[in-house]
């Protein structure tokens, strides 16, 4: 069944990249995706589903942005965001710098969280990015899409979601 959209779309986002492996073992990240499949079950649409690294993954095609996702979501690692804006942040860590490289094996666990350096911030010249409890978030009204704060983020958890930027996962 397709559903036709007007542009700009929204469509669910995961925010998280998968590099925390949040679902093996004892090395366990408390932000990251648990690869429970609530928001694969909590789609009526079949545009979710759990990828080969263990994350919950979004097919912006079928997605039509009801959020029940995002409420079923025991992590709330998932939200909606503007299809038009290919810049995402894929890290929802909050621990502090430190922390998140060392502290707790977080980076034992995550070679790829924000660590919350202000980098994208100090890049963005829309004033579109800010460092809010430790993580980097994009304010999609204001993004230019430029993908500065993507190439300048030492820890690559500002993804180009094309691709183009940015490798995506």
Do not use: W
């Amino acid at each position: 069944m397709t559903i036709k959209k007007k542009f700009p779309y929204r469509a669910a986002l995961v925010a998280c990249n998968g590099g925390c492996r949040a679902n093996q073992g004892d090395a366990k990240c408390e932000y990251g995706c648990i690869a429970c499949g609530a928001c694969v079950e909590a789609c009526k649409f079949d545009a979710i589903h759990i990828n080969e690294i263990g994350v919950a993954q979004v097919d912006e095609e079928k997605c039509i942005a009801c959020g029940k996702c995002v409420r079923e979501c025991p992590q709330k690692v998932i939200h909606l965001h503007d299809c038009a804006n290919y810049i995402v942040v894929k890290c929802s860590n909050l621990d502090k710098g430190v922390d998140a490289k060392t502290g707790r094996g977080a980076r034992k666990v995550c070679a790829v969280s924000c660590i919350g350096c202000g980098m994208c911030e100090k890049t963005c010249t829309a004033g579109a990015i800010r460092v809010i409890n430790n993580c980097a978030q994009i304010d999609e009204s204001l993004c230019l899409s430029c993908g500065m704060c993507a190439v300048k983020c030492p820890r690559h958890a500002i993804v180009d979601l094309r691709g183009i930027l940015t490798e995506t996962v």
